[in-house]
């Protein structure tokens, strides 16, 4: 299985730009696509295809990467978007997600 | 407005069997393929099953492959995914999804707990 690699928390201050990683175990070429889970609410797709954003998301959200590296800005960061933030590929079977990034506002 | 509302989750004893249902709204179901996705209590996402959008083709993870089947009524607009021979490890919140390029658009979840 294609294993997904993020780290565990980031703590950002409001206003500031922050960057979560993803790192792929293989190549999932452009399909890398992220969520933001609130908690105690259902998974909501912000990028799909690496960098395109989903619908109604804030364009303050943006995506980047190809093969095995990804990452998802935020800028600036929102007290609204503290959350866990979720990479997930659809390249390689079976489709496998990242363990999450939970993002804290210092 | 897409919606996307679950049900059919419960306790349930190991070894036993639980159906799930999704109802469908807000688009037209038949034009694209479902998943479902689980999430343990405090534990990361795991995608579960995938139907294509005419339900010829269906896909498993390993874990749950014999054990599971994931199957829909366009007619009705409707995913199910019955479940047998539940496990502890099973338990989990069930998410319907819509798929495209991702998982589009996510259901509020039902619980199921397997435990004796």
């Known amino acids: 299985d294609t294993v997904l690699t993020q780290s565990p928390a980031l703590a950002v201050s409001p206003g500031e730009r922050v960057s979560i990683s993803c790192r792929a175990s293989e190549g999932v070429n452009s399909y890398m696509h992220w969520y933001q889970q609130k908690p105690g609410q259902q998974p909501k797709l912000l990028i799909y295809k690496a960098s395109n954003l989903a619908s109604g998301v804030p364009a303050r959200f943006s995506g980047s990467g190809s093969g095995t590296d990804f990452t998802l800005t935020i800028d600036p960061v929102e007290a609204d978007d503290t959350a866990t933030y979720f990479c997930q590929q659809s390249w390689n079977d079976p489709w496998t997600f990242g363990g999450g990034t939970k993002l804290e506002l210092k | 407005e897409v919606q996307l509302v679950e049900s059919g989750g419960g306790l349930v004893q190991p070894g036993r069997s639980m159906k799930l249902s999704c109802a469908a709204s807000g688009f037209t179901f038949s034009n694209y393929g479902m998943a479902w996705v689980r999430q343990a209590p405090t534990k990361g996402l795991e995608w579960v099953a995938t139907?294509?959008?005419?339900?010829?083709?269906?896909y498993y993870r390993d874990s749950v492959k014999g054990r599971f089947t994931i199957s829909r009524d366009n007619a009705k607009s409707t995913l199910y995914l019955q479940m047998n021979s539940l496990r502890s490890e099973d338990t989990a919140t069930y998410y319907c999804?819509?798929?495209?390029?991702?998982?589009?658009?996510w259901g509020q979840g039902t619980l199921v707990t397997v435990s004796s």
């Open positions: 999804t819509r798929i495209h390029t991702g998982f589009a658009y």
């Open positions: 139907i294509s959008y005419d339900g010829s083709s269906t």
